[in-house]
């Protein structure tokens, strides 16, 4: 099967897919005050923390346009494009609408996945996507099994501040969040439409981890089939604290751990850990 997989640049990669030629990023725009960043290859994380660090004003972000996601749709007999949660982002519906008018003037199979997550639940996806081309299953058969694999997936993030996400509207149905003054963590998660709500709590940001994990390990369904993604923003060292909590608790088939690129980077932070399996 000839196939392309057009992910938009909230999809945090490990390297090997970077480096894979069968994988295309759109990247969103980031703003912060009166500068713009593109989260492509040039993205420089550490520079951008700075720059929000500094800035009064909330940093934003705009989706990529049809127009973006039509130029990546030629190449490939079969197209997977998979994007953030489309109640996160108008990402979704500009992949949509490019794909109405690509198909108004050629003839390819094109599939648009509303990840209903964000980050390495997108990357999971990605992963799901090349284990069923690489088994050889079709294109209609991959569809089919990829919504029943996000269906299953299940996205949870510890956050040091929730400050960028409840200001952009992201939390705008989460009433009951704690004040950072007393160093409470929520550990927060997808819900099944892609929303973000609230799981737990706890006082500080190792132990809200660890209840995280336990939180794992309480809903995960058939571990040892199921790869872990770990993103963090800036902070390895937590990352792999995480990863050692949750896998003496878990027997994940595999595991992997990414730093964060330019749009999980804005919302989660400096400290922040998504994880999804």
Known sequence: MEYKIVVDSCTDLPKILKEDPAIKVVPLTLMVG???????????????LQTMKASPSSPKSACPSPDDYLKEFNGGDNVF????????SGSYNSAELAKRLYLEENKKDIEVINSRSASVGQTLIVMKI??????????????????????DMKTKFVLESLDNLKKSG?????????ANVL???????????????KIDQARGIKKAL????????RDVIRPKERILGIAHCNCLER???????????????DC????????STMYANEGGIIVAY
């Open 170 to 178: 992201r939390l705008s149905n989460i009433k009951a969040l704690v």
């Open 183 to 197: 160093n409470i963590k929520p550990i927060m998660g997808a819900t099944p439409e892609g929303t973000i709500t």
């Open 256 to 263: 992997f751990i990414v730093d964060t690129a330019g749009v």
């Open 81 to 88: 494009a998979v994007t953030i949660s489309a109640e996160l």
């Open 34 to 48: 009166d500068l713009v960043y593109m989260d492509n290859q040039e993205f420089d994380q550490k520079k951008f």
């Open 210 to 217: 660890i209840a995280m994990a336990k939180t794992i390990e």
């Open 130 to 151: 090349k284990e069923l081309i690489s088994e050889g299953y079709s294109f209609r058969s991959i569809v089919e099994k990829v919504n029943a694999f996000r269906s």
């Open 239 to 253: 990352a792999q604290f995480f990863k050692e909590e949750i896998l003496k608790l878990v027997p994940f088939k």
